[in-house]
């Protein structure tokens, strides 16, 4: 299994190829807001084994006028290579780059379910939940060292 930075259209199609899988496949989130127009301006990561594409993520700058902070999104990992490390290892490549980026901060929404999971890589939670595409979420923030 390789983490890559996303460097060619074939690579970002994997990308979004995941993204379809879970997000809208799997948990029934609208097309429209999957794909929100904002992969352009984000650096993406997909986790391959062999040449297929098993997870993605996105790091992007964080909107607001503090160009210290980036958020994370659109972290996922098809159901069956689940519970393998790949999501570990995707958070891991993000913040790398995010640090040779110069960022200071990350900001990402959790779902629910997967909080402990980002607790663990020693995110904290912020606020209340709120509901995103009908799933319940927790915002969550690291400061980077």
Known sequence: MEIRRVD?????EDALSVR??????EQGVPEHRELDGMDAEATHFVAYDDDEPIGTARL???DGDDRSTAKIERV???EARRAEGIGRDLMCAVERAAREI???KLVLHA????VSFYTELGYKTVGEEFEDAGIPHREMTKVLR
């Open 20 to 25: 379809r899988t879970v997000f809208i496949n």
């Open 8 to 12: 060619s259209d074939a690579e970002l």
């Open 102 to 104: 110069g960022y200071e």
């Open 111 to 114: 779902q629910v379910p997967v």
């Open 60 to 62: 992007r700058r964080y």
């Open 76 to 78: 996922a990992v098809i």
